[in-house]
């Protein structure tokens, strides 16, 4: 939970006829956040104030993917060229803190590095051995 902003008198030792509070709620999912909006709600509830007024909003989705690379050039570069994980300007650590977050646990990885193979056959069913190595990386970095 994050207080946003909070708005209310200006004066020492006086009650503002008017204040207000922000709370930015985040959670890994729709129902824990509901249960954190509940739980605000009964807080509120329980203090037995008078003409208080709870508004609840939920903004954003979880991301329906995550589109993974590193990169051949520094950030704000306005390039936008891949690298294998690992061989670019981000690193691996990145995507170690990226796993290990429990926030992208079901979300599915997009592997969007360059392969080794010139040509790609249409029935070749194999994998390019860069897009396995990067596998076993993300694998590994997933497992700690």
């Known amino acids: 939970m994050n207080v946003g902003r909070i708005h209310g008198g200006t004066s020492i030792n006086v ?10 709620l985040r959670s890994e999912g729709r129902d824990e956040l509901a249960k954190l909006v509940s739980d605000v709600e009964m807080l ?12 609840a909003q939920v903004i954003g989705e979880r991301p329906a993917f995550l589109h993974l690379n590193d990169s051949q050039h520094p950030a704000g570069s306005n390039k936008d060229r ?21 926030r992208t646990e ?32 993300l ?3 997933r497992s700690g």
Not at 15 to 24: G, T, V
Not at 85 to 93: F, K
Not at 106 to 112: D, H, N, Q, R, V
């Open 44 to 55: 509120i509830e329980s203090a037995s104030m008078p003409k208080v007024d709870v508004e």
């Open 82 to 102: 891949h690298a294998l994980l690992g061989e670019g300007t981000i690193g691996v650590a990145p995507f170690g803190w990226l796993l290990a977050d429990a």
């Open 139 to 141: 694998e590994g970095l």
């Open 106 to 137: 079901g979300i599915p990885l997009i592997l969007e590095t360059p392969s080794e193979r010139e040509v790609v056959v249409e029935d070749d069913p194999s994998a390019d051995p860069a897009d396995r190595r990067m596998i076993v990386l």
């Open 15 to 24: 009650i503002p006829a008017e204040a207000w509070l922000e709370l930015d």
